[in-house]
C-alpha cells in the first residue's frame, strides 16, 4: 500500500497528474484521494467489529454483533467506493471529451 500511495502521489502517476489542467486536473486530483479515503475505511470497520476492540468493549457487542458491524461497514465502504469511483471517473471522461472537442451522443 505504500508504495501505491507513493505512486499516487510523489512517483509517475503524481507527476502525470500535475500536468493535468482545469477541471480535468481536479478530478483527477480528487479520484485519487476518494481511492485513498476508501482503503483507508476497510481497516476502521474491521477494528470496530473486533469483539475485542476497545470500542466493541465500549458498545458490549458479542462476536455475532461485531460480524454484522464489519460486513455492513464493509458494505457501505464497498458502495461508495465502487459507485462513486464510477462517477468520477465518468465525469473525467465526460470533461476530456468535452475538452477534446467531442459532443455528447
Known sequence: MLYVLFELFAGTIGKTLKSQSGEIGKKLNNLRYVLVATWVVYPIFYLLGDETS???KIFNLSAEQSGTVI???YSISDIVAKAGYGLIIMSI???RSDAEGYRAA
Open 54 to 56: 476497545f470500542i466493541a
Open 71 to 73: 460486513q455492513v461497514g
Open 93 to 95: 471522461a465526460t470533461a
